[in-house]
């Protein structure tokens, strides 16, 4: 999806396949990081260095966000229209609401900016043809450097011979409608029995997974399809409690010979699931979004939930054409949550992003149903990404955005 092409500048290191392996390989995921701490910028083919520089990002009062973003989008030319339309040459967007990449003139070796990432003409100039919309940038405060991960939980291409769409035990559903994005009928073309002349087929665009933890709307939504198929009319499932959701919980309580208040309680869940022949509540969510646009969701279970995920992020690519398996390069950033937010989701142990296998450890941690994993399996292309957190993705995260997870964000 993101090509790479070799270029000079004196002003950063490079290191570049030679030109026969370009040939051979044109088209390589590439990825963006941004130390805060070091004011530097390394792009990267999977574990590999392809060139750094120097950066000036956000100044105390207007600091720049850290977290995982992607590219929105880009423009040679633009003005900003919060500062004065102050020239942003070669601005790539990161978030709706005013971050981006972009040239400039004054590139101190400090953070200097209003929030952007500054980077030095020449080099925005060459970045700019190496990018392409939905190409990672991750800020961190620290380096960070993406290694290889061998993992078994991780998702790798199955043939999408099967139905992808017969997975009723995994209980999927559409994600949330976005403004904008319709909700009509789908008109399904049928196959022309006619032969047709083989052609190449088109490249997959890549997915974008989150797994995180399940807020009140993920189960609210469970108890709604739960009730339905017990008998107890809850209406659509649509993850916001109302009069009818009230009533058929009174309804199942009444029934259960348990106490008919209609409150939603960790053991009202419980009790849902034993009845419905369920197993274990879930705890955990997995979402995916495909160019840009919500397309389905999951419930996933995290064991140990007392244990905090960390947040991690791994993208996807080198798929080899014999075994059609990929690579995954994987990191792990800093993000300390609140003592709210910890109480909030039951965390009472920390995880040390620095400490050794903290990735491996969160992995091992997740269980995906199997329905699911072959679903993603028919879905993963090159350039393909999984975001793990356990605060999930924040304002930022929407229409015409990739899931946005924000770590860090400057004080207001």
Known sequence: MFSRIAFGISLCTLALASSTALAAKPQVPLQVIVSKDQQSLVVYDGDTVIATSNVSTGKAGHSTPTGIF????????????????????????????????HSAKHVPDYPASHGCVRLPNDFAAELFKMTARGLHVLISDKQVSPVKIGNPKLFQPVSDA????????????????????????????????????????????????LITRRGERETLLDIQTLLNQLGHDAGMPDGYAGRQTSDAIKSFQTSEGLTADGIVTPALVEALYRKA?????????????????????????IAKPEIALGTHFLQFQDIDANTNKGDWFGVTLENTLSNVTKKRLGITAEQ?????????????????????????????????????????????????????????????
Request: overall charge neutral.
């Open 70 to 101: 992607s590219i929105l989008e880009k423009r040679r030319h633009h003005k900003s229209n919060i500062y004065s339309n102050a020239p942003m040459p070669y601005m790539q967007r990161l978030t709706w609401s005013g971050i981006a990449l």
């Open 162 to 209: 099967a139905d992808p769409l017969l997975l009723s035990d995994a209980q999927l559903r559409p994600s949330m409608a976005q403004p904008g994005v319709g909700t009509g009928s789908v008109e399904v073309a049928m196959s022309d029995p006619a032969p047709v002349a083989a052609t190449e087929a088109e490249p997959k665009p890549p997915i974008r997974i």
């Open 277 to 301: 022949g369920k197993g274990t509540p879930p705890n955990g969510q997995l979402m995916v979004r495909q160019s840009f646009k919500p397309l389905f969701e999951a419930p996933v279970v």
């Open 352 to 412: 040390d992003a620095l400490a050794f296998n903290a990735l491996q450890r969160t992995l091992d941690r997740i269980t995906v149903p199997l329905e699911v994993r072959e679903r993603i399996g028919t879905l993963l292309a090159e350039g393909s990404s999984l975001t793990i957190s356990d605060t999930g993705f924040g304002q930022e995260t929407g229409q015409g955005t990739d899931f946005i997870t924000v770590t860090h964000a400057p004080k207001s």
